[in-house]
């Protein structure tokens, strides 16, 4: 059985207006709602002074400070678009998501702004995708129905058979004896934010990723297809090769990946970039070189600082579990996310 594996992160997104003090719509935002979420636009008028990201399996955390280079005060609407979940692969394969009281988080979702606790609004859009690939939102058609966009399969006794006919016929369940759901869903939380003319502030969000997990084999081929996606050395293969693997050969395996280009979008170059990427309960972390940073180990982390940062790529990790204490032992990995042991 094959666990879904990878999950997406990304940086805070911003759609700004320009606030002077005489004009009525200093507070209008520019962003604009549409199908699949919030529409954004690089900006100016903020360069991004710092930042400082912690990657790991089990938690993401971002601290920013940016500063309004104008001398007017800069409002508009900022949102942080979370990875997309496939209600789809989820309903089937093991997973854990971390609730809270805001309306579609399953990430456990936490947002400050100038020190203070923000709530923010979601954007939920639920949509299936036919052989070609091109999207329909069925939100509404959920809504309609009383279906949950997440967890939905204990809601389903609740409908009659006309209604569960109705959701086959669009497209939103499969036409089967348990109705797996087909769906994906994308959730941007979003706020209104006003930075000070000239000044600085500071947002800190972090959130739990939602991992599943699979298997990889100890002995890595050199032309498995993760070799080059993740950058594996001889270093790193042999290093795998001695982790206890099951009676298959196999170890565990999640995969994070983090949108960082989003960073460029700004006035400027980040001021002063930090990156820690902690390997948490796992036993190898693999990524490929990230242009512009020089990453050293350091306690169980790879850690790197620079100044005047301009990404150019994003972040792309791989983690990996031994099976067992010790090997050889039988395919019974612990329980996810993040293989603890």
């Known amino acids: 059985m094959r666990y879904l594996a990878r999950v997406f992160a990304g940086a805070l997104a911003f759609s700004l207006g320009i606030g002077h003090p005489c004009v009525s719509q200093a507070n209008d935002s520019m962003a604009v709602f549409a199908a699949g979420g919030l529409q954004f636009q690089p900006t100016s008028e903020l360069r991004m002074t710092s930042e400082d990201l912690y990657l790991s ?23 942080f678009p979370m990875p997309e979940i496939s209600v789809a692969e989820m309903s089937e394969r093991p997973h854990k998501f971390h609730g809270s009281s805001l309306e579609g988080d399953i990430f456990d979702f936490h947002v400050e702004a100038a020190g203070e606790l923000i709530k923010p609004q979601a954007d939920i859009y639920a949509f299936v995708k036919d052989r070609k690939g091109v999207e329909k939102d069925v939100t509404e058609v959920l809504r309609k129905y009383r279906v949950p966009v997440i967890k939905p399969d204990p809601t389903y006794s609740t409908l009659t058979t006309d209604e569960m006919k ?14 797996h759901p087909l769906w994906s869903v994308r959730t941007t939380f979003h706020w209104q934010q006003t930075f000070p003319a000239g000044q600085s502030i500071s947002i800190t969000h972090r959130y739990k990723p939602i991992v599943g997990g699979s298997w990889i084999r100890a002995n890595i081929p050199s032309d498995d297809g993760r070799s080059q996606e993740f950058c594996f050395d001889k270093t790193f293969a042999r290093s ?51 242009p512009g940073l020089k990453l050293e180990w350091r306690s169980q982390s790879f850690i790197a600082e620079a100044k005047q940062y301009t990404p150019t790529t ?28």
């Open 166 to 179: 109705a959701l086959v016929a669009a497209g939103v369940v499969d036409n089967d004896e348990d109705h």
């Open 314 to 341: 994003d972040i792309k990790l791989l983690f990996l579990y031994r099976a067992c204490d010790k090997a050889p032992c039988q395919s019974n990995m612990p329980s996810w996310p993040g293989l603890p042991r």
């Open 240 to 290: 795998a090769q001695a982790l206890p693997a099951d009676d298959n050969g196999m170890l565990g395996e999640t995969q994070l990946e983090y949108i960082l280009k989003t960073g460029a979008n700004w006035a400027g170059p980040i001021g002063t970039f930090r990156l820690e990427i902690a390997k948490g309960s796992a036993d190898l972390v693999s990524l490929c070189p990230i």
């Open 57 to 79: 399996p089990l938690e993401v955390r971002v601290s920013y400070t940016f500063l309004n280079l104008t001398g007017h005060d800069v409002s508009g609407t900022v949102a």
